[in-house]
Structure formats: C-alpha cells, structure tokens
C-alpha cells in the first residue's frame, strides 16, 4: 500500500488541505501521522477531525498534542509555544481531545515504525545526529523509522561503520530495504523550518519500500490572517513566510 507520511501539521488546515490533495494525486491509500497534529496554528479542531478521518490512518502523539491534553507539563515550553498550547487547549471540543489523549507514543508493524522524536524517547527527543542514530538502531525492528519533531526533512542510515545524516529533498526517493535500517523525516506539514515555507510530506510504498518526499504551496496569507485574528503569536504567523 502507498501511505502518505505527516509530521507536524500544527492545526494548519490549509497546508494540510494541499497536502492532501497532492497525496491523493500520487495514488496514496493510506496515512501514517508522527505527531504534533495541534499546537501553533489556527484550525486546532478542524485539523483534528481531516487527521481522524483519514483512510487507514495510523498516528501517534507529539508533545503539543500531549501538553494540550493535560499530559505533558508547559513549563518546556517557550512562551509563543506555550500561549498557542493554552489557546488551542480551548477551542478543542471534548471528541478531539479524546482522540489526542489516545493516540500512542509508538506505533510499530512488520514494515514501519513511527514515533515523533526517537524511539529512545518518543515525545521529546530531537532525532538529528549520528550518535542517535547508533543509539537508537537497536530500538526499532522494521526497515525504516518514521519522525518529525524537528519540522526539517532529514535521512539518517547507517554509513560504514558510522551512520550518515543527509538532507531529503523535494522529489528524492529513499530505499529502505529489509536487511538495513532507516530514519526518515518528511518534514513538516503546517510549519516548515528548513528556509521552504511549502508544505511537506512523504509517500511511502511499503511494498517496493521507497520514500519520496513532496513539497506542495498553500495559502500561506490566510493561515497568518488567521492566527493575527485570534491574536496568536506574532512571531508564530510571521515564520510561516520564511520557512524558518
């Protein structure tokens, strides 16, 4: 099956609106979430119910979907994540708040692992670097490895005797076959920070085991307007333009 991989879609509806599209058009079936669907953006609600709806959907938490549920203490926070976390606490109805408060901190099959920051430390680690990589290699089983977290699409392998950490790029196509094993990052959805601000995502077939990574524009304008007009963070509709 051809699954579309999401990380990061912080309530941005609209980015998340183009990233559908797009999958649909690469014949995806399926849909694979590592986290942080709410935090940041202006459609926390509405978010909730596209990602609830998706077709053979398998998603697990990222730490604003736990903090805005209760489960995970703000004090980590820094203050425009922090504000945004308390504001979409509130626009929640109690049925996305029960699907937030469910969803795992893993999710693990014969093909894919997902988690949103690493399989050592699922809601809060940062998977970035080679050290991680070989230190984490032994705590997931399948060919590949789903993250986010980092808002930055990443792929981290094993290089010789050490392991390779490599930008993915729009369009590239990543094999993960059975005998290695491979962290993928598709980026992120709703708040790219890589200097794109075009939406991010991957296709994943787990037959064949190829990757590909997309990135697709959206109506940045109205996602800013919008969090201006329930006077979110300044700074936190600002960096969509930037992709920073």
Known sequence: MKYGVLADIHSNEEALRAVLTLLREQGVKGFLVVGDIVGYGPNPDETVAAVRALPHGRAVAGNHDRAVVGKKDLDGFNPHARAAALWTARQLTPASKKFLSSL?????????TLVHGTPQNPIDDYFTTS?????NEGLFETPVCFVGHTHVPRVLRRHGDGAKVSAWNNGETIKTPPRDKTVLNPGSVGQPRDGDPRAACGVYDDETGEATLFRVAYDVAAVQKKMRDARLPAFLADRLAEGR
């Open 131 to 135: 050290d991680q990589f070989r230190a």
């Open 104 to 112: 795992p901190d893993r999710v693990a099959t014969d093909r894919f």
